[in-house]
């Protein structure tokens, strides 16, 4: 039998090629996958032989568009791929969204920003719901996916109203951390801080870093202390700028002037803090404490191991995933999820030196 998708040109074979080899219509070809009880047995089996031989398979995914959905969920990424896979964090929250895909049958869609806009990027993802993550509720990626239509949950953002979203409590940890190092006798700090982009100029600081240095702030009143005693640095969230950031201030710095303690606001900065630290000779935490933000897996076998809070990334992936299936069933929505957080202590912090 002729094998009408070969010889020409190494096209994919189409269904009208299956419906002139096996002499049907286009439609029993349609009823031999989708419906195969309007068609005859022996039709059936002949359409599909014709199918293997010429290697045809039917589109899914234009069949799924067609009917409205793709049994994939979408994450709408604030950066680019490159950059996110840099970041072990979104390793452990992506691992959670991929258990609930797995479990419910979906695929999972990462959807970075298309020429740096996010907004540019939703029109073009196939996907039947978003995770959104790290966006506040007044961007134009929001309003643009109510506008639509599309169901989605909000992650590491400020609370909406009428939309499901997932928070964990920043504002205790970030609180609980720079209370152990109060009272373990530091008095001058180091904020290694996430770079809060442009916007914060305007706006101020905005989600979860917000309520990071609302927490800082509230333990350093519990101490008599300000930020005007603090050194606040900000920097992009990479270990390679955690680690140039402290190097440039302790390097040279005087012992009785330079920071006892660096609060980083997340691991991957403290990372790099504690490479820094070594470099220049300092010890950790006889010279110098360090804390991070997250509780990586790489924190408890680093050395020294680091002091952070620790925060369920993984399961905050799931959770958004959950409440996305049940967004996209139409099934009752769920409220705003704050997730706990926890003070991890280990070897990087210490009594402040004398």
């Known amino acids: 039998m002729a094998a009408p998708g070969r010889g020409t040109g190494g096209r994919r074979p189409t269904s009208q090629d299956v419906a002139t080899a096996a002499g049907v219509s286009r439609s029993a070809v349609s009823f031999a996958f989708n419906d195969p009880d309007r068609i005859s047995a022996a039709t059936r089996e002949r359409i599909l032989a014709v199918a293997e031989e010429i290697g045809y398979a039917p589109n899914t995914l234009a069949r799924m568009l067609k ?12 950066q680019s791929l490159a950059k996110i896979m840099e970041n072990p964090y979104y390793s452990r929250f992506l691992m959670g969204v991929g258990q609930v ?5 979906f695929t999972l869609l ?57 928070d964990v409590d920043d504002d205790g940890g970030a609180r609980e951390v720079v209370r152990h190092l109060l009272q373990r006798g530091h008095r001058r700090l180091m904020v290694l801080s996430i770079d809060p982009g442009p916007e914060v100029a305007e706006h101020g600081y905005r989600g979860p870093l917000a309520r990071r240095m609302v927490g800082i702030t509230r333990s350093l009143e519990e101490a008599g202390l300000g930020w005007d005693d603090v050194r606040l640095t900000e920097v992009p969230c990479t270990r390679m700028d955690g680690y140039n950031a402290v190097r440039s201030l302790f390097h040279g710095a005087s012992p009785d002037l330079r920071p006892t303690a660096v609060v980083a606001l997340s691991d991957v900065l403290a990372i790099g803090a504690v490479d820094a630290l070594r470099d220049l000779g300092l010890s950790i935490p006889e010279e110098v404490s360090v804390t991070g933000y997250d509780d990586l897996p790489e924190t408890s076998w680093m050395r020294p191991r ?22 996209i069933r139409g099934e009752d929505q769920h409220p705003h999820q704050v997730l706990g957080t926890g003070l991890i202590v280990r070897d990087s912090t210490g009594p402040a030196p004398e």
Do not use: H
């Not at 020429?115 to 509720?137: H, Q, R, T, W």
């Not at 952070?308 to 967004?327: H, N």
């Open 67 to 78: 009917a409205g959905q793709t049994r994939s969920l979408g994450v709408l990424l604030p």
């Open 110 to 166: 990462l959807t970075p920003p298309v020429g740096d806009s996010m907004l540019k990027a939703i029109p073009y993802a196939g996907a039947d719901g978003f995770i959104v993550c790290g966006l506040e509720n007044d961007r134009g990626e929001v309003a643009e996916l109510r506008r639509r239509g599309v169901p989605f949950v909000l992650v590491d953002s400020d609370p909406p109203e009428g939309v499901p979203s997932v």
């Open 306 to 327: 680091l002091t952070t809070v620790r925060q369920p990334i993984t399961a905050k992936g799931r959770t958004a995933a959950d409440y996305l299936i049940s967004a």
């Open 101 to 105: 895909c797995d479990r419910e049958g």
